[in-house]
Each structure stands twice: as structure tokens, then as C-alpha cells.
């Protein structure tokens, strides 16, 4: 795929939504890490029925450390893992209390030494929360990237490294939104909603609807 096809695609995305952002229901950086955290191998909507009674109670790492696991397990059962999240909240809001004053740092390497958080949330939080152009691969980019030939890789990583290389500056802020709703909701796992893509034309993908009708 070259440039051209790019800033097409994202011209594209970017005027169908010109203000992308998460679909996980948070109003500060510690709720949206919270949130993140707690969507691993779950829907966004899950997570946000939880969280909608959870920060009720607790929303600032004091208050949901003052729960404890116990406490928080009791709020978020219906997610999976729920177990080890419940664990690795409680330990990285002992953490935020120690080293960083209650606040979630902006700072990757902060942010990936807190229990539960790797690079793909910290990628999150360091975009959505702080405005920096990072794009956090999960499952649905990496789909995408891989199938439209936006940004192949053979790994979440490398497909990170060269979207970062790739998308053009003026749409790296978004980039991340925009691919992960495309991959939800279009460009989905089983049967890609082609015949209705708005990038169909720009596609490297040859096994689509859209060709074949």
C-alpha cells in the first residue's frame, strides 16, 4: 500500500468521525486506567456496567485501595479474569499512593511498571488521557492492519512500530481510535463488513464481498 492509499483511509475514517475516542466511560486519567486495565478479553460494555457502580464508590486510588481485592472483586465478577485484575488494581493504586502522589504518571515506563499494565494500556492512557500520538495495538489493529495492508507485521509490536512510520502525522492522534472502532464494527473478525466499507476501494484485501458481488 503506498502513501497515497494511506492519507486516503485516513481522510476517510477521519471525516465519518473527526473526534475518535474510546468507548470506555471514564472522567479521569485514574478512572480510564481503571477502565483499560479491566477490559482485557472483555467488552467495552461490560467493563462500563462495572465501573458505572464501582466508581460510585471508589474512583481515586485511596478509595478503591481502601476496598480491597475482596472489595473490588465484588464490583467487577461479571469480567473475566477478575481475579488478577482485582489484584493488580489494588497493587498499582498501592503504587500510585507511594511513588507518584495518587496520580497516574505520564510517563511509559512509569506506567508499565504498574502491576497489570503493559505497553498496549500504557499506549492507551499516554494517548487518551495525556494526548500523545501513540497507537496501542490490540486484536482489532492488528486485524485491520494486517488485512487492509495499512501496516503489516507478523506481531503487535512490529505492526505498532510501522503504523507509527506510516500514518501520516496529521492523524496520528486518532489513528488508534479510528482502526480499533473500524475493526469492531466493519472490518470484523468472521465475514468483514466489505459491501458497506467506506475503504474497500483502498483495501489490499482480495477475498472481500465487495470484489466478489
Given at each position: 500500500?503506498?502513501?497515497?492509499?494511506?492519507?486516503?483511509?485516513?481522510?476517510?475514517?477521519?471525516?465519518?468521525?473527526?473526534q475518535?475516542?474510546?468507548?470506555?466511560?471514564?472522567?479521569?486519567?485514574?478512572?480510564?486506567?481503571?477502565?483499560?486495565?479491566?477490559?482485557?478479553?472483555?467488552?467495552?460494555?461490560?467493563?462500563?456496567?462495572a465501573?458505572?457502580?464501582?466508581?460510585a464508590?471508589?474512583?481515586?486510588?485511596?478509595?478503591l485501595?481502601?476496598?480491597?481485592?475482596?472489595?473490588?472483586?465484588?464490583?467487577?465478577?461479571?469480567?473475566?479474569?477478575?481475579?488478577?485484575?482485582?489484584k493488580?488494581?489494588?497493587?498499582?493504586?498501592?503504587?500510585?499512593?507511594?511513588?507518584h502522589?495518587?496520580?497516574?504518571?505520564?510517563?511509559?515506563?512509569?506506567?508499565?511498571?504498574?502491576?497489570?499494565?503493559?505497553?498496549?494500556?500504557?499506549?492507551?492512557?499516554?494517548?487518551?488521557?495525556?494526548?500523545?500520538?501513540?497507537?496501542?495495538?490490540?486484536?482489532h489493529?492488528?486485524?485491520?492492519?494486517?488485512?487492509?495492508?495499512?501496516?503489516?507485521?507478523?506481531?503487535?509490536r512490529?505492526?505498532?512500530?510501522?503504523l507509527?512510520?506510516?500514518?501520516?502525522?496529521?492523524y496520528?492522534?486518532?489513528?488508534?481510535?479510528?482502526?480499533?472502532?473500524?475493526?469492531?464494527?466493519t472490518?470484523?473478525?468472521?465475514?468483514?463488513?466489505?459491501?458497506?466499507?467506506?475503504?474497500?476501494?483502498?483495501?489490499?484485501?482480495?477475498?472481500?464481498?465487495?470484489?466478489?458481488?
Amino acid at each position: 500500500m503506498n502513501s497515497d492509499k494511506r492519507s486516503e483511509i485516513f481522510r476517510r475514517l477521519a471525516a465519518a468521525n473527526p473526534q475518535p475516542t474510546t468507548e470506555l466511560n471514564y472522567r479521569t486519567p485514574f478512572e480510564l486506567l481503571v477502565a483499560v486495565m479491566l477490559s482485557a478479553q472483555a467488552t467495552d460494555v461490560s467493563v462500563n456496567k462495572a465501573t458505572a457502580l464501582l466508581f460510585a464508590e471508589a474512583n481515586t486510588p485511596a478509595t478503591l485501595l481502601a476496598l480491597g481485592e475482596s472489595g473490588v472483586k465484588s464490583y467487577i465478577r461479571t469480567i473475566g479474569l477478575f481475579n488478577s485484575k482485582a489484584k493488580h488494581l489494588i497493587a498499582s493504586c498501592a503504587q500510585l499512593l507511594e511513588k507518584h502522589q495518587g496520580e497516574v504518571p505520564a510517563d511509559r515506563a512509569a506506567l508499565e511498571a504498574l502491576p497489570g499494565v503493559g505497553r498496549k494500556t500504557a499506549n492507551v492512557i499516554l494517548n487518551t488521557a495525556f494526548g500523545e500520538p501513540t497507537i496501542a495495538v490490540d486484536t482489532h489493529i492488528f486485524r485491520v492492519a494486517n488485512r487492509t495492508g495499512l501496516a503489516p507485521g507478523k506481531d503487535v509490536r512490529e505492526v505498532e512500530d510501522r503504523l507509527q512510520r506510516v500514518v501520516p502525522k496529521a492523524y496520528l492522534m486518532g489513528a488508534h481510535h479510528w482502526l480499533i472502532l473500524h475493526g469492531r464494527y466493519t472490518c470484523v473478525a468472521r465475514n468483514p463488513r466489505c459491501a458497506g466499507c467506506m475503504i474497500a476501494d483502498l483495501c489490499d484485501y482480495t477475498q472481500t464481498t465487495w470484489k466478489c458481488s
